[in-house]
């Protein structure tokens, strides 16, 4: 029984099946018809009102309406509850973890090692890469935009090296999928299918045989003599009951702990330990067009600030490179600003081009360590299950933001040197798309799970996704998550009925 149709669940489910294992997987979530999402995201004024949203998820720059936020700062989480997940929504850039963003304690004293290494995970990542299709892994590289190739020039003067980052994204046919077109829409969906979403996985798993019940939350696991037994899920306004003989938890890292807590398995581990990846956001306006829109949002992006002996001190990041303009300065919002100081006709039109054209915008992801007072608990108010909200503590820590400070320092750099004016670095932040910890692997007594992802104390119970990170790392999560779900399940596949 899977319970999750992310990517984390459906390659699971996929893996399991075609081992000749019978699966269910039960998703909270509707099925995304790609074309109606598309459409209702060119109508609509925000990019997240893309995909059908139940009243029971978090909302974008909306972080109380479903989370209860008690912490020194809002932990701002948006994920998706539709069959495939958030990588409907996801930018799918997918660096492997460096091998020390697993040893961060035994290399820098600080955070934690997890009981896996990034040569354990080899073989899983590469074929993460494949089975997710990497462009720059599986295929070959997708081009570096001229925007791209001006930051590049402006870097090389302080030493940093630009380089196109590995993306699930599609730089040739493969998988039955087409080659990007260069759109600028993956965030929030990639009209085509050229971006990887787990509804390649949810379609594999099913001629696979796996059974998928959609809109149908799972309220509580259900436990008797030491093990899960079954669960209590939500299917056509009546609560069902399943048993079976294993359960793979693959529902993201706030709503599998909820989920955990709520049926009342107890350790003390569960969703403590909660980390994003703090966001550092800097936009200017070059001397010269340097043309955004006309790639995906992010291609390419600075890797060296990763790692270093600074990490004893300070976070490790990775900058991006928006090819997506400012974040407040769509094209009809310059348009407006511009009617409104007296711009009309043909002199509007190219004061918007001389404008948009020249928009700059660089993103550093940084890392975050785990710290047991960063959690997701049980609020007292319910959703419309009657299930407990997430109540969140988080607050980021000097690590973090010594480590943005850095971030800012290259950023102001590279847009002095490219002549930029407005330069304007937005408030540092968690950046709502990454998420990790809450159910973390290690040893027991300290941790939720295993190395193999497996309960330390309910042994038919895996937990798989972001959650199980004992460390955030300077990768986003989502290749990891991939490789360690691949692992789990062929280790499943082995040895286990399921
Ligand atoms: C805007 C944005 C950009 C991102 N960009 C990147 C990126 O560039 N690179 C990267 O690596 N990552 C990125 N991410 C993160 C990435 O999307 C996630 O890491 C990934 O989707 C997590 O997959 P998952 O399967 O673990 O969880 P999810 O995709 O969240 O799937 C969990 C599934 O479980 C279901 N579920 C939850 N609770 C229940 C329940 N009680 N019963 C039944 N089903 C349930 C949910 O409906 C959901 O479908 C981004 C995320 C966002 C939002
Ligand atoms: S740029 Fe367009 S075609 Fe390419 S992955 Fe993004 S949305 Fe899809």
């Given at each position: ?82 069959v495939g997940g958030t990588t409907w929504h996801w930018l799918a850039t997918t660096l492997r973890f460096l091998p020390s963003d697993m040893r961060l304690k035994s290399l820098y004293g600080v955070g934690q090692d997890w009981p896996v290494t990034v040569e354990d995970l080899e073989p899983y990542y590469g074929e993460a890469e494949r089975e997710l299709g ?365």
């Open positions: 029984m899977v319970i999750g149709s992310g990517v984390a669940g459906a390659l699971c489910a996929w893996k399991l099946a075609e081992a000749g294992r019978r699966v269910l997987m039960i998703e909270a979530g509707p099925p995304v018809d790609r074309l109606q999402a598309a459409a209702r995201f060119a109508r609509s004024e925000k990019a997240h009102d893309t995909y059908p949203a139940g009243p029971d998820q978090p909302r974008f720059q909306q972080p109380d309406q479903y989370f209860e936020q008690r912490g020194k700062e809002p932990f701002t989480a948006v994920y998706e509850k539709v990497v462009a720059g892994a599986a295929m070959p590289w997708l081009p570096a935009t001229y925007l791209d190739k001006q930051v590049a020039l402006a870097a090389r003067k302080f030493g940093y090296r630009v380089e196109v980052l590995p993306a699930a994204r599609n730089s040739i046919a493969y998988d039955g999928r087409p080659a990007c077109r260069g759109s600028a829409t993956c965030f929030p969906i990639c009209p085509i299918g050229a971006k990887y979403d787990a509804s390649v996985h949810v379609d594999k798993a099913a001629r696979a045989g796996v059974a998928l019940w959609s809109e149908s939350p799972v309220t509580r696991l259900l436990v008797a003599d030491g093990k899960v037994v079954g669960l209590e899920c939500r299917r056509g306004g009546e609560v069902v009951q399943v048993r079976a003989p294993l359960f793979i938890l693959a529902a993201n890292a706030i709503e599998s702990p909820r989920l955990l807590l709520h049926s009342g398995l107890p350790n003390p581990w569960t969703g403590r330990y909660l980390m994003g990846m703090a966001g550092q956001v800097s936009r200017a306006l070059a001397a010269r067009p340097v043309w955004p829109f006309r790639s995906p949002q992010v291609v390419s992006g600075i890797t060296q600030f990763r790692d270093g002996a600074f990490r004893k001190r300070r976070a490790g990041f990775v900058v991006s490179i928006g090819n997506d303009g400012w974040p407040d300065g769509a094209p009809p919002e310059i348009a407006r600003q511009l009617v409104e100081r007296g711009f009309k006709g043909k002199e509007l039109q190219a004061a918007v081009r001389e404008h948009v054209s020249r928009q700059l915008l660089l993103v550093s992801n940084c890392e975050e360590l785990p710290r047991a007072d960063n959690r997701v608990s049980l609020s007292d108010q319910l959703d419309g299950l009657g299930m407990p909200r997430p109540r969140l503590h988080f607050a980021l820590s000097r690590y973090t933001l010594d480590g943005i400070d850095e971030s800012v320092l290259v950023h102001a750099r590279i847009f002095q040197e490219m002549g930029a004016s407005h330069v304007l670095h937005y408030e540092q932040s968690d950046d709502p798309a990454h998420l990790a910890g809450t159910c973390r692997m290690g040893e027991p007594g300290q941790s939720v799970v295993d190395a193999h992802l497996r309960s330390h104390d309910w042994p038919n119970l895996y937990v798989v996704g972001s959650a199980v990170f004992p460390t955030a790392g300077t990768a986003p999560p989502t290749l990891t998550v991939a490789a360690l779900a691949l692992r789990c399940a062929e280790m499943l596949a082995k040895t286990r009925s399921s």
